[in-house]
């Protein structure tokens, strides 16, 4: 009896498969190599400092809102293909407790970051199929600025609240696309920026704190045309 539902059940999965294959096929899904996308999530500051928020309780703040738009354009084997990233996000830091007399000086600002990443897709690119995995690394640049210093801040304590930063970036997209060619898509990635990202560089004070980066790794849900 099992037997029998394990085949109905496989022939059922067969047949809607072939379904939407045949309606990939009416809709010219395969030949639509690009795609337009928006995003939008959670991202998790890990600037200078970042662990006195954690030693505060206050780790909840380092989670800020975070989005972006895209073009892309996979190449004709749909193997491979590329896309151009803008984007936005607000940001969380702190002040090193030793350079603020043991206390905690979280400021916050914003950034907004231009990529262009470089895909692999490692779905069956001969078969379009309703779900898809693509991995991406990507090379940026990123802007910050709107930068809200404590109150009492320390007049000594330099924060540059204009700054220009190069970036790196890994993450995968987790798709999944309608034979109309409208998608829905989970992306994790792991960002960093060099170190005047968040307006302070240790090294430019001669002085061995924080990170040689800072790091913002984050997750978005988006929605994706492809044409």
Known sequence: MKSKRLILIAAMAFMALHAFDLNA???????????ITAQGGLAFSMNE??????????????????????????????RYGFRLSIGYSQNKSAWNYQESFSNFKPYSFQSVDAFVDAMVNCGDVSKYKGFNCRFFLGLGYAYSFGFKLPQDAISWYKVSEQNHSFGIRAGVILEYVTPRGF???LE??????TDKYNGVDPKSSGKKLGF?????PNVSLGFAYHF
């Open 49 to 78: 400092n970042f662990n006195a928020f954690i030693k505060e309780k206050k780790a909840g703040e380092l989670f800020c809102p975070q989005g972006s738009v895209s073009f892309g354009r996979y190449l004709n084997n749909r």
């Open 212 to 216: 040689p980066f800072d790091y913002k």
């Open 183 to 185: 998608g829905i898509f």
């Open 188 to 193: 994790p990635c792991f960002e960093m920026f």
């Open 25 to 35: 096929q009416k809709y010219g899904i395969r030949d639509r190599l690009y795609f």
